[in-house]
């Protein structure tokens, strides 16, 4: 039977041993993963890469004039609120 101060040592080897890795084994599996990861989705993409960004590029522009409009009804909803305010405190 091992005496409790023999099973501190041994947690303590274990210990080293699972942080031996330490930053970069991490950072090395993140690389590994995202190089991975990249590269099933080229295997798989059902486009062509030039529609895909045309997609992309074309979603983008639609989602940049619908934030302008959004932007501006905004504004005047704040420019008429402002209004109101300041005439009910004058």
Known sequence: METEE???ESSTEIEAADSSKGP???AAG????VI???GFA???A???GQKTRGRLRSGMRSTQKELLRQKRRLRA???RVRERAKEALD
């Open 6 to 8: 023999s099973l501190d």
């Open 24 to 26: 970069g084994g991490f």
């Open 30 to 33: 993140l690389l590994f993963g």
């Open 36 to 38: 991975l990861g990249a």
């Open 42 to 44: 080229l295997l798989f």
């Open 46 to 48: 059902p486009e062509q």
């Open 77 to 79: 909803e704040l420019e």
